[in-house]
């Protein structure tokens, strides 16, 4: 049996070892097979963008070997080379007699193109040549070139340039006296930049003294809505409108190709620029309008969130404003977007009370339970709202010390807002003597009542009734409200009707009741308390030897 059980145990060890070793020898075949490396085009022919953006780079040197590599021409032998070359020349000579380029940030910078368009999934439309007063489109097409796909300029356009410059020559010789800059003539360069000067310059004039006119012929321009914010939207956007008129002009001048779409391209950078300026004027603006607004209804807590709300605004459009700006530079903003994202998301948990603070200053202000000046009570804190601020809320206490509560905190507490009162609740208790009779007891009720009739600024539905009868007093009721919002006053009215109301019972003859006692002793206290007084006491004895002695109880200190 033994034997058996040895046998098995080594034929499952023979069949399992040669399969351990295969695993392992593909795993470690599977670790050490390399990661295949995608290795970029060196000319960055692969979206349009590049495309475009490497051929001017080229025809500005100006190498027309490497511009040649951007047409989809055969270059495989020195003659297929020298006729590229050619070709790259009269290309460059009709982008620069009449040709022009989509905007930088018009052409797409995806590896697919644009499919949103009527031409084919691997054609792209990048500009126009004028040939022969005739519109021919510059057409992209992809292909493969080596390893990989790219874009070049399509056959069919270079055969029409290979047509224009057979009927007439396209190519000028240049001027050896000529001063270039940057690829193109200084002097095309002075045109483009003096144009651009020139409408930014007259738009400018026109917007000052639209501002002007406007500041002499409105009253009271300050706090006009419409001066305000012509005065913040005409400078930005006399900016704007001289970079559209730069471009529908610039067009249409005979100058560089280099020196138009590289001024073009920068030119749009000048639009964000316009766009941002006009953002922030009018943010500006806006806030101002309503701070002033804010300040004359006395809420100074809104004011500390427009001008929050302010910032952020600012903030906000310009970090996107300098994402726009780096995608016209051709920079890839994808990851550090992911990156901002991420490190907000680390901020936010680690200012945790903060953010926390922040939105309970929002809730605040817009539930508002408080302003400042009211007083309030927030569990055991009683005072005056000094300020409301982003982070916290100042209140001064009746001590003249300042409590600062988180306005996180203050979001989730009950608050009594005393100073949010339509009127003062007046509820004293009259209390009159027992000895006193019926007739002057519904002569004390009367006289009540009447004094809170009389009384302008007393609540409808005010009463005085005899509410109860104790050992000491009967007891007259008043329940009544002063119709009044402000403390001060109520406090005055207050008096009045206590005084008047003290005045008219003395006058009837009717005291207010006092705490008595009433204390009992034998004879023997007696006479021990008459020799301590050194005289005959208070009081009558009974027939059990007992005195009673009633003694009125001075009223309680105040």
Known sequence: ?????????????????????????????????????????????????????????????????????????????????????????????????????????????????????????????????????????????????????????????????????????????????????????????????????????????????????????????????????????????????????????????????????????????????????????????????????MQRSQRRQVVAVITLARRAAKILLLIFSGIAILGTFGIDVTTGIAALGIGGIALALGAQKTVENLVGSVTVIADKPLQVGDFIKVGDVVGTVEDVGIRSTRIRTGERTVVTIPNGDLSARQIENFAARDRFLFNPTIAVPLGTSSAKLKEAISIVQQVLTEQKNMAEGHRARLGSINDRAFNIDVFSYIDVREFDTQVIIRENLLLTIHERLEAAGIDFAFPTQKIVFTREQSAGAREQQGGPGEGAANDTGLVTLDKTMPPPRA
Not at 12 to 34: C, D, K, N
């Open 1 to 293: 049996m033994r034997l058996h059980l040895r046998f098995l145990i080594l034929l499952l060890v023979a069949l399992a070892t040669p399969l351990s070793l295969t695993a392992y020898a593909a795993g470690q075949a599977e670790e050490a097979a390399p990661a295949e490396e995608v290795i970029p085009d060196a000319l960055k022919r692969e979206t349009p963008r590049s495309m475009v953006s490497g051929l001017i780079s080229a025809l500005a040197e100006p190498d027309y070997d490497r511009a040649a590599q951007y047409l989809d021409v055969p270059a495989g032998t020195n003659r297929q080379r020298t006729n590229a070359i050619t070709q790259a020349r009269n290309f460059h000579a009709l982008l620069d007699n009449g040709g022009s380029l989509q905007s930088f940030v018009v052409l797409s910078n995806e590896a697919i193109g644009k499919i949103d368009d009527d031409l084919p999934a691997e054609q792209e439309n990048v500009g126009v040549l004028t040939i022969q007063d005739r519109k021919v489109p510059i057409l992209l097409t992809r292909g493969q070139d080596g390893d990989h796909q790219v874009w070049r300029v399509a056959r069919e356009t270079i055969d029409q340039v290979a047509q224009a410059a057979r009927q007439e020559p396209v190519v000028q010789e240049p001027d050896k006296n000529e001063f270039s800059v940057a690829g193109a003539p200084l002097k095309d360069w002075a045109m483009l930049i003096g144009l651009g000067i020139l409408i930014f310059g007259g738009l400018w004039t026109v917007a000052a003294l639209i501002v002007a006119a406007m500041r002499r012929l409105v009253p009271d321009a300050a706090a006009n809505g419409l001066v305000r914010f012509m005065e913040a939207a005409l400078p930005p956007a006399s900016l704007l409108i001289a970079v559209g008129l730069f471009y529908s002009w610039a067009e249409r001048l005979p100058v560089s190709i280099v020196a138009r779409t590289t001024l073009l391209r920068y030119t749009g950078i000048v639009s964000v620029i316009a766009l941002v300026w006009f953002g922030l004027r009018l943010i500006d603006a806006v806030a101002e309008l309503a701070t002033a607004r």
